[in-house]
Every structure is written in structure tokens, then in C-alpha cells.
């Protein structure tokens, strides 16, 4: 027969199990410290040195550039890609531009119906899919691999290019910050270099290509995305003295440049002037071998200036001021910024005073004397033209069925119709239309410089 536990027992039994769970509880309510080294450092103060670790926190976005181009055509098929801007661990540099990522297609999608219809009635049967990528291992400088785990976010697979102002509206005075853009241009140029580009032949090859009804769809060389990190990225640690932390959170000397990807989405279409903005600096900034602001310092700003694209093709344009920093865990102090480059699209330009706005590209004046090319020809009389009237009428309309209509019912009336139709589209979509909002996805690289532009500039990252 079992023997029943005695009271005593009982008592003791329940007593050790509320003292453990008290004890649980109080490491559940005790602060924690943070993950991120630059709060350790920052509220450390004394003559010792100390430890911090060199840990890229999760959400740090990686931005991946594909060095080569891509014929799509499977789920799993493999991906080779660079990081096109060096990644930070606090204060040092822990993957330099160009580093090798590799990764595959994770997903394939099918296209709308909209898309789909719209699609085939421009006699097109091989509309462009959504494809999904995934990035899941990074090849270190020395040959080891670290396995990456990263979420695209939206916005990426574009190709894009780093703009600043015009050299005919930049200031004389912001020659004071040339060193250090060239430096970042030098990061960017570095990994672009590895992107192999098609030759001419080749881009010809796709433009025919892409005229037949069927046809293969491609990844550009040279699409970027932004990978945000959904584990950190371990890389040691580092041993700092006293003095190489007093002047962190200090306010960086005018002439300053820093390096910061945008957290806050934009876009003419749909932000508000006055909207908040936040961008988190990607790269340290350095007086010598001080540290004024390590990777992670918080920047917040606003939109002064917003106009949505409107008719008559007058473009859409946005103005973006950061004016408070801020460490990890710390209070905002005032600064004066102004935006001295960032990533965009083609059809972007950045002027003096840090506005972005859209182009219109000049394609279109080819475009709409094609079009207008084919609707002389379509409105055509017999003698003019025979039987090449309805055809070609046709052809400046909807592809597909102003062929189809064109070669079956072969009536001069419908032609005219039609080649006045095409030809008015094409002039109303790219003179008289609406113009293209200007946006920039969230993690957007932007080079923010500090104070005045007449000041000498100091260094972003020494050694590096």
C-alpha cells in the first residue's frame, strides 16, 4: 500500500513552490538590460573600460543588390547579390559593401485579373508575375558563411540610384561636405561595380524579346532590396575606454555627414505636410577617435513641403527636414540638418534645398510620335495607304483586338476611329495626364548633413 504524504510534507512541498515562483516573478519585473550595446555604454560612466557587444539588432535592414541578372522561371532557383551599403555593429564595421549574399526565389505569384485582361487585350500572354525572394546566408570577407535571417520588405526589387543635387544647384559652400559624399558614393560605386550589366546586344535582345506575345520574364541586374533582419547578427565584442565614450550624444560639429535609413514610408501621394518622420543612423560618426553618434542614434524630423502629382503631367515633389537626435534610450536634442543625397528611382532629382521631385522621362516625346506616326498612316484614305489603314489604325489602339478588328472587318472608317483614339491617348497619357508621385519605401538610404555647410567636415567612420 502507498503511504500518504504527511502534512508536514505537504506544507514543505507548497512552501518551495510559491519561493519559485516568487523568484520567477521578480526576474520577470527586474530591468532588463538592453540588447542594444549603445544604452549599456551610454548610462556607464567612471574611468574603466567596458565591454560592449558588437550585435546588429533585429530590424536593421540590409540593402542586397543582385549582381546579376536573373531569367525567372522556378520556385527554389538561386539568387547571387551584394550588400551594397556597409553594415555597422555600434561603432565598427562588421560587413563591408560588396559582401556576397546569397539567397533564391521563394515564390512565384500569378498577376490580377485586371492585370491579366489589360494584359492579353495588348496582345501580351506573358504578363509579369509577382515574384518573392528570400535572402538566407551572407559569405564573410574571409570565406565563412552566416546564416541570415531576413524579411523583404515592401518597395524593394527596383532598381535604384543614389541622386544628390545637380551641380547646378548645389551651393558653393556645400563643397565643405565633398569629402565625405564621395565616400559614400565610393561604398555605393564599390558594390555597383560587382553588378555584371548586360551588353548592348543583349538589352536589344530583351527589347524584341519583349514585343512577342510570349515571352520569358527577368530579374534585373541591379534591383535592390531591403532585407530587415529578423535575428541579430552576433560578431563579438569590444573592449572601450572612458574616453572614447564621453562625447557620444554630443551634437555632431557643422559640416557633419551621417549615414541613416528612413523609417518612416513616403510618399507625395499620400503624406501630410507636417507629417513625423524617423530615420535611424546606419553608420557612426567620429570626431578622430571620439565617437559623436554610433549606429542606432534615433533621428527625427518632419515633412515641410508636399505636392501631389496633378494633371497636365506636373509631377509630385516632397521635402523632408530631420531637426532632433536622439541615442538609444535617451532625450532629443535640437540639430539643424538638411538632406544632402538619398536612394531613388529613375526620374528623380534632389535640388539644393533637399526637395525631390519627379521627371518625366523623354521616352515620351518618341512614344507619342510613334503613335501619332501610326494614326497618319491609319487614317490613311485607300489610294494613300490600300490595305494598311485599318491594320495600322488598329494597332495604335487596344494591340490585340484593333488588329483583330482591323484585318477582319478591313473598314477605313474604323481605322480612323481608332488611329484618332490611339493617337489622342498617347498624347493626353504623357502631356496631359497625371504626373508621378515621388516615394521612398521604408529603409531608404539618405546622407544627412549637420549645421552649417561652410565648416570643415569630420570624419563618418574612421579606417573604413
Request: aromatic share 4%; hydrophobic share 40%.
Amino acid at each position: 500500500m502507498r503511504r500518504r504524504p504527511c502534512g508536514t510534507c505537504f506544507q514543505l512541498l507548497t512552501c518551495s513552490v510559491l519561493i519559485a515562483f516568487a523568484g520567477l516573478s521578480a526576474i520577470a519585473q527586474a530591468p532588463s538590460s538592453s540588447a542594444n550595446p549603445a544604452d549599456r555604454v551610454v548610462a556607464t560612466s567612471g574611468n574603466s573600460d567596458h565591454t560592449v557587444d558588437l550585435s546588429v539588432p533585429v530590424g536593421t535592414p540590409l540593402q542586397v543588390v543582385l549582381d546579376r541578372e536573373v531569367r525567372v522561371k522556378k520556385v527554389g532557383q538561386p539568387l547571387h547579390a551584394r550588400l551594397v551599403q556597409p553594415v555597422y555593429a555600434f561603432d565598427q564595421l562588421v560587413l563591408p559593401a560588396g559582401t556576397k549574399v546569397d539567397g533564391h526565389i521563394a515564390h512565384i505569384g500569378r498577376p490580377t485579373g485586371k492585370q491579366l485582361t489589360f494584359s492579353i487585350l495588348n496582345a501580351d500572354f506573358s504578363p509579369p508575375r509577382p515574384v518573392g525572394v528570400m535572402f538566407d546566408n551572407i559569405v564573410l570577407p574571409d570565406g565563412r558563411n552566416l546564416p541570415l535571417h531576413a524579411a523583404i520588405m515592401p518597395g524593394s526589387g527596383q532598381v535604384i540610384r543614389l541622386i544628390e543635387p545637380s551641380a547646378s544647384t548645389q551651393s558653393p559652400a556645400r563643397h565643405g561636405l565633398s569629402a565625405q559624399l564621395d565616400a559614400a558614393r565610393q561604398h555605393w560605386h564599390q558594390a555597383m561595380k560587382e553588378v555584371k550589366q548586360p551588353g548592348k546586344l543583349h538589352r536589344a535582345f530583351r527589347i524584341g524579346v519583349a514585343q512577342l506575345p510570349i515571352h520569358p520574364q527577368y530579374i534585373d541586374a541591379g534591383s535592390l532590396y531591403f532585407a530587415e533582419l529578423q535575428q541579430p547578427l552576433a560578431f563579438g565584442h569590444e573592449l572601450l575606454n572612458a574616453k572614447a565614450i564621453e562625447s557620444i550624444g554630443t551634437t555632431p560639429p557643422p559640416g557633419s555627414v551621417v549615414g541613416a535609413s528612413l523609417v518612416t514610408p513616403l510618399d507625395s501621394g499620400t503624406t501630410k505636410r507636417g507629417a513625423a518622420v524617423q530615420a535611424l543612423v546606419t553608420k557612426p560618426l567620429f570626431d578622430g577617435d571620439r565617437l559623436i553618434l554610433p549606429q542606432g542614434t534615433q533621428l527625427n524630423g518632419s515633412v515641410l513641403q508636399v505636392r501631389p502629382a496633378r494633371r497636365l503631367k506636373r509631377n509630385g515633389q516632397l521635402r523632408i527636414a530631420f531637426h532632433e537626435m536622439a541615442l538609444p534610450g535617451g532625450s532629443p536634442t535640437r540639430v539643424d540638418t538638411t538632406i544632402e543625397g538619398l536612394q531613388a528611382g529613375e526620374g528623380a532629382k534632389l535640388d539644393a534645398e533637399g526637395a525631390t521631385k519627379a521627371n518625366n522621362p523623354k521616352s515620351r516625346y518618341v512614344n507619342t510620335a510613334i503613335s501619332i506616326s501610326l494614326a497618319m498612316v491609319g487614317s490613311g484614305g485607300r489610294r494613300d495607304v490600300g490595305e494598311a489603314g485599318p491594320t495600322a489604325g488598329g494597332a495604335v489602339a487596344f494591340r490585340l483586338v484593333g488588329l483583330a478588328v482591323g484585318l477582319a472587318v478591313r473598314s477605313h472608317t474604323i481605322g480612323i476611329l481608332m488611329s484618332a483614339y490611339g493617337g489622342s491617348r498617347s498624347i493626353y497619357v504623357n502631356f496631359f495626364g497625371r504626373g508621378r508621385n515621388i516615394s521612398f519605401p521604408k529603409d531608404t538610404m539618405m546622407e544627412i548633413g549637420f549645421g552649417s555647410r561652410t565648416a570643415a567636415p569630420i570624419s563618418s567612420a574612421p579606417g573604413h
